[in-house]
């Protein structure tokens, strides 16, 4: 039978390997928001709107749309922005467990 090392016996060094826990985190921070870019513009496509029609709609230059599905911006107002000029919303929750809160939503139109 072929015998694996256990994770919590590696990890260690493949942590270390790709530049601790906080280059860890950050790596992880970004493949997020381009994962959530690349969303974004595949709903923008399903809704039949282009880069320049959600950039007038938020009232920045194409190339900002652009960079929002490169995953290159992600502040929350900038996506509440881009999700408005596509007529949704942004809800934010806070998970506790099995605990979830609305804290609030994005209602405004977008400027």
Request: hydrophobic share 40%; net charge neutral.
């Amino acid at each position: 039978m072929t015998r694996f090392p256990r994770w919590s016996d590696v990890r260690a060094g493949l942590v270390a390997d790709a530049g601790g826990e906080e280059a860890l985190a950050e790596a992880r921070r970004r493949n997020q928001t381009y994962i959530d870019g690349r969303r974004l513009a595949e709903r923008r496509r399903l809704q039949g709107l282009t880069q320049t029609e959600v950039a007038e709609h938020m009232g920045v230059a194409k190339s900002r749309v652009s960079q929002i599905e490169r995953g290159e911006i992600s502040t929350v107002d900038v996506i509440a922005r881009y999700v408005q000029a596509l007529g949704g919303q942004i809800q934010i929750t806070a998970v506790f467990g099995d605990d979830l809160y609305i804290l609030r939503g994005t209602d405004t139109p977008a400027a």
